[in-house]
C-alpha cells in the first residue's frame, strides 16, 4: 500500500464515521458502536500476539517491555482526560459543550499511533516486513467506532453541524500527521531504538483492546453478538498474516 493511499484511507475511516451518525437511530449508535468496537478490540489484541511483539522481541529490543508498559500508561492518563471514548464511552460527556482536554487528549493519542505508519514507509522499519499493514487496518477498524462516538458527543452537544464537521474533520487529520511525522523523524538520530514508539503504541493498544474485550454488560455477562463480533475481529487479523 503507497503511504498517500493509507493516508486518505485514515481520513476516510473516520469521516465514514461521522457520515454513520447522520443515518442511525439513537438506539442504533450505542449498539454500532459496540459492536464495532467489540470487532476492533478482537482484531487489535489478536495482531498484537501474531505480528507486533513477534517483531519488537526478535529483533533483540531488550527494553520492549517497559516501552510497551509506558504505553499503557500512557494511555490510562490519556483516558483519564477523554473519558475512555477510545472504547465507547459517551455519556460522561454528555452535556452542552465538548471539553477541549477530551479532544486534546484523543489527538495525541492518534498522533502517536501514526507514528510507526510513518517510520515503516520511511524507511526506519524497512525490515518489519508487512505488520505495519496489520497495525495499519487495526487503526482504521478502531477509527470508525471512535468516530461515531465523537460525533454523537458533537451531535448532542450544542456546537452545531457545521462546527461538528470541522472538528471531526480535524481530528481525521491527527493519524496522518503522526505518521508524516514517523516519516520525518528518526528515533536512531536522538539515540533510540527505532522500535519505541511502537513499543508504546502496542501498549496503548493493549490497554484499548483488554478494556473493550472484558468490559462487561449489565447482567456482567458477555453478550453473544459481541464475542462474535470479537471472534471475527480476531478471525480477520489470522487471515492478514
Not at 459492536?35 to 529490543?61: M, R, V
Not at 513499543?199 to 493498544?205: E, P, R
Request: aromatic share 10%; proline share 2%.
Amino acid at each position: 500500500m503507497s503511504f498517500l493511499s493509507i493516508q486518505i484511507t485514515l481520513i476516510l475511516s473516520v469521516l465514514f464515521g461521522g457520515l454513520m451518525v447522520s443515518y442511525l437511530k439513537s438506539q442504533q449508535k450505542a449498539k454500532t458502536i459496540k459492536l464495532t468496537l467489540a470487532f476492533s478490540g478482537g482484531f487489535l489484541l489478536a495482531i498484537i500476539f501474531q505480528h507486533l511483539l513477534p517483531d519488537l522481541y526478535q529483533h533483540d529490543f531488550h527494553q520492549a517491555g517497559l516501552f510497551i508498559l509506558l504505553g499503557f500508561l500512557v494511555q490510562l492518563i490519556l483516558e483519564y482526560f477523554s473519558g475512555g471514548i477510545e472504547h465507547g464511552h459517551t455519556h460522561s460527556h454528555a452535556n452542552n459543550r465538548i471539553p477541549f482536554t477530551l479532544f486534546v487528549a484523543l489527538s495525541i493519542h492518534s498522533v502517536i499511533e501514526g507514528f510507526p505508519l510513518g517510520n515503516s514507509h520511511g524507511g526506519h522499519l524497512s525490515h518489519v516486513g508487512h505488520d505495519h499493514e496489520t497495525l495499519f487496518w487495526g487503526i482504521v477498524f478502531h477509527q470508525i467506532p471512535v468516530a461515531i462516538a465523537l460525533m454523537t458527543l458533537f451531535v448532542n452537544s450544542k456546537m452545531g453541524m457545521f462546527k461538528s464537521w470541522i472538528f471531526l474533520i480535524i481530528f481525521a487529520l491527527t493519524t496522518p500527521l503522526g505518521a508524516i511525522l514517523g516519516t520525518q523523524i528518526n528515533l536512531e538520530d536522538l539515540g533510540l531504538n527505532i522500535h519505541v514508539i511502537l513499543a508504546v503504541v502496542v501498549g496503548m493498544f493493549l490497554h484499548i483492546s483488554t478494556t473493550i474485550i472484558f468490559e462487561t454488560s449489565e447482567n456482567h455477562r458477555v453478550n453473544l453478538l459481541k464475542l462474535v463480533c470479537i471472534l471475527l475481529g480476531a478471525g480477520l487479523s489470522m487471515l492478514l498474516s
